[in-house]
């Protein structure tokens, strides 16, 4: 790859990561300390720098303390906080495990004390107390809808009337006020819908939670029958707007995927790139998405004829639908097909570079802001003209119809790797046009 344009890509992501920093986005946040205790909670990709801010503001007293959750493998010791790990996309015991200790602290804050609660991406899956099923019922449902490609909203519908924390439910049990500062991994930023809003009250219902693992999750028997009693009025439902147990909770957006978005356009910008479109809440399918923006993308330059470099960049949240007995994000299961590697923006990267075959040179950049696409190492596609002609447009069809992505992107060095990268404000991709 052309050192100038990988350098101007590699740039244009490392400027959105700045912008969804969530130790900065934290501390800018944080609420004056209250006469009593402050208790720090919260789960997600981003809990350990939230968590750092937090013990930076208030660690030097004696009334500070808590505990967060991450995903496995990203924890990191904070003064004063408990930093537990769990699974992430599928809930574990673990992550029961954590949430009871949560909750438990939770209810140990009293009137004159304050809630932290840091949220960010990951946290639906890293915040599990089942209520209604059993946790391998509450697992099995998960994985489901994840390999039916559900979006983040209807997933976490079901989640919250599976639940005993989320959907309003750990802040509605608090005697303290509680303050949350989230990070979105969500298009739209619906407070609800990140981390399956354990602090905002939620308007949706079991009928829907019903209809979507009617529809999306027919194996998932005993979710079935516990959200068809909540149907019934047998269990409580979540609480609602204008609940008075929620009257005592606030909440603050923090970093969210427009504010990376645009921070990755004005980079290009100031280099002197035509930014041509700049959309941040993309949804779909992976590869139909790919394909329609392709098309779209042809008919702009066409029409716009540029003279020097353009731009197209995007971010939101694709899916992949991988089938009811195939593997979810790389972790195997009973009948599933042979072990494969990759994610959305993998896809994305190999439908994107294959419709655009024939057209003028170009790089392309598809990542996950998490580090972390799918099931692989990689954060995801990082492709130049010269890459991208070596796929075949049969080869393409093959890999993607297996899910496959990221084994085929490797072998033309189309990956990129970052490591976890502490925050979570779903993809960025950028298709750059420019003289070779």
């Not at 930014?275 to 098309?295: C, F, M, N, W, Y």
């Not at 009948?335 to 790089?363: D, I, K, V």
């Amino acid at each position: 790859m052309s050192m100038g344009q990988d350098a101007l890509l590699r740039g244009a992501l490392a400027a959105a990561l700045a912008a969804a920093d969530p130790y900065a986005a934290t501390a800018a946040q944080l609420p004056a300390p209250p006469r009593g205790r402050v208790v720090v909670v919260g789960a997600g990709k981003a809990a350990v720098p939230m968590a750092r801010a937090a013990a930076a503001s208030y660690g030097g007293t004696g009334g500070f303390g808590g505990a967060v959750v991450t995903r496995r493998g990203q924890a990191e010791v904070v003064a004063g906080i408990e930093v537990l790990e769990a699974a992430h996309p599928v809930p574990d015991a673990a992550g029961v495990a954590a949430t009871r200790r949560v909750l438990e602290l939770v209810d140990g804050a009293g009137p004159d004390d304050l809630v932290l609660c840091l949220i960010s991406g990951g946290g639906s899956a890293l915040l599990c107390a089942p209520s209604g099923v059993d946790l391998v019922d509450k697992a099995a449902v998960t994985a489901e809808l994840l390999a039916a490609g559900v979006d983040i909203h209807a997933l976490n519908v079901v989640r919250k009337h599976l639940s005993g924390v989320k959907g309003g439910w750990l802040a509605a049990r608090s005697r303290a006020p509680v303050v949350t500062l989230a990070v979105s991994d969500v298009v739209g930023d619906d407070p609800g819908i990140i981390a399956s809003g354990p602090t905002v009250a939620d308007p949706s219902t079991f009928g829907e939670a019903l209809a979507i693992v009617d529809e999306h999750a027919p194996q998932a028997a005993a979710a079935r029958r516990a959200l068809a009693a909540g149907v019934a009025g047998e269990r409580p439902e979540t609480p609602k707007p204008g609940d008075p147990r929620l009257a005592h909770a606030t909440y603050e957006l923090v970093a969210y995927g427009a504010a990376a978005v645009r921070a990755a356009a004005r980079h290009l910008e100031e280099a002197g790139v035509t930014v041509l479109l700049e959309e941040a809440t993309v949804t779909g399918d992976s590869t139909e998405v790919a394909l329609r923006q392709a098309r779209e993308v042809r008919a702009r330059l066409a029409g716009a004829r540029p003279s020097g470099p353009v731009a197209f960049v995007y971010g939101g949240e694709t899916t992949v639908a991988r089938g009811g007995a195939q593997l979810v994000y790389g972790d195997e299961r009973p009948g599933a097909a042979a072990p494969t590697s990759g994610g959305p923006n993998g896809e994305w990267a190999l439908a994107f570079a294959a419709a655009m075959a024939g057209g003028p040179p170009m790089w392309l950049l598809a990542v996950d802001t998490d580090g972390i696409d799918g099931a692989s190492n990689a954060a995801g596609a990082l492709l130049a003209p010269a890459q991208a002609s070596r796929l075949d447009q049969v080869q393409v069809a093959d890999y993607l119809r297996r899910h496959d992505s990221h084994t085929l992107l490797g072998r033309v060095g189309g990956l990129v790797t970052t490591g976890p990268t502490g925050t979570n404000v779903n993809a960025l991709r950028i298709a750059l046009f420019a003289p070779l």
